[in-house]
């Protein structure tokens, strides 16, 4: 649970956070994506302007391309842009989804000589043990986006996701009452049951909702965050109870997969479905109408902290952070970077536009969201 976020200087922190990462040196590094189509390396060499910088080596484990288009559409290359301007080697893998692979990424990191590193963990016990060993061998490590239960990170870097889970929640609510909905019961289409953030965004959506008057309906969570079974799960709950008024769906993976559902009983865009990571499905779906509200999290944002607190610590400096959150597991406070995600709807989705995160040729796909990015001016 968060402990302490100072989230009024987030954007200080971070600006500080990245200019921290500015001291280049002759480097370079490796970007291997999970896919064999997409395996090219995506690095290149930086003069030479510090000894620290070029001692530096960072190891990036990334879970998996299927929960999310964002691990490789924009982690990937955020993180390689703010490694390779830095002039600091490194090497970025993708688990894809197998923690045997993970465990395999890890020890060959840690014989490979990184001096910090940072994954996004499969599950706590499988990343914690990854840490652990790599602390053994006097290895600083981070945990990005994920908190890893456990593990005893040096330093933790994401959003406050408890707030994320808040937005949605909140968001979710805005729906109904603007649909004139004020009570009923709300499904919740909940994420891994093995990602903590899993547990802190419905920490925060289950609260919003139930403080609006609301009442939860059927409550499940999707095993590995996997949209196929969450298809499979969602049709068996509206099944089981169609007399819903919403869907808290934990991501825009999930949201899809339930709004298909939906879609099948003639239901989509009528019972109001959330989302989080402003992919472009689920932009386009809130253009469409058919998904209420997507979160956005400025992923840039979130990388180039990471990728400052890494520089950091390889150089043996102290990251700067803005907050701490509690470990449950070893009950440690660990030094955190908290960010701030923004809600998402149709009147705003140019925003998302506007940060670079996307383009409207990407989002504006579909006859419904074509009508709506002309309304809205999204060109």
Do not use: H
């Amino acid at each position: 649970m968060r402990t302490r976020s100072l989230a009024l200087v987030v954007t200080a922190a971070t600006s500080a956070l990245v200019l921290a990462a500015c001291g280049g040196s002759s480097s370079g590094g490796t970007s291997s994506s999970a896919a064999a189509s997409s395996s090219a390396p995506a690095s290149s060499s930086a003069p030479a302007s510090s000894s620290a910088a070029a001692a530096a080596k960072v190891g990036v484990i990334l879970p998996d391309s299927a929960s999310s288009a964002r691990w490789e559409t924009a982690d990937r290359k955020y993180l390689t842009d703010a490694f390779t301007a830095a002039g600091v080697e490194f090497d970025i893998q993708n688990a894809g989804g197998d923690k045997a692979k993970f465990t395999t990424l890890c020890d060959g990191m840690i014989s490979g000589g990184v001096n910090v590193l940072m994954i996004v963990n499969l599950d706590s016990d499988t990343g914690a043990a990854c840490s652990k060993k790599a602390a053994a061998q006097g290895i600083k490590t981070i945990d990005y986006d994920r908190l890893t239960l456990g593990g005893g990170a040096s330093v933790y870097v994401s959003f406050d996701n408890v707030a994320v889970g808040t937005a949605m929640g909140t968001g979710l609510v805005k729906c109904l009452k603007d649909a004139g909905v004020t009570t009923g019961a709300v499904d919740l289409l909940n994420g891994s049951p093995t990602d903590n953030n899993a547990t802190l965004f419905k920490q925060g959506y289950e609260k919003a909702i139930k403080d609006a008057g609301f009442t939860i309906g059927q409550d499940q969570s999707v095993p590995d965050w996997d949209n196929t079974k969450a298809g499979t799960i969602f049709e068996q709950m509206f099944a089981k109870d169609p007399n819903i008024v919403g869907v808290n769906a934990a991501n825009d993976g999930l949201g899809g997969a339930a709004i298909a559902v939906l879609a099948k009983n003639n239901l989509a865009g009528k019972i109001p479905v959330t989302g989080q990571d402003a992919t472009d499905e689920g932009l386009t779906r809130v253009l469409e109408g058919t998904q209420c509200v997507t979160v956005y999290k400025a992923i840039k944002k979130e990388a180039d902290a990471a990728a400052a607190a890494a520089i950091a610590l390889a150089k043996g400096e102290t990251p700067q952070t803005n907050g701490t959150v509690k470990d449950s597991v070893s009950g440690m406070d660990v030094p955190s970077v908290l960010l701030v995600p923004q809600a998402i709807f149709t009147d705003n989705v140019k925003d998302v536009i506007a940060d670079g995160f996307t383009t409207a040729a990407k989002i504006c796909t579909t006859e419904a969201a074509k009508a709506a990015c002309t309304k809205l001016g999204i060109s």
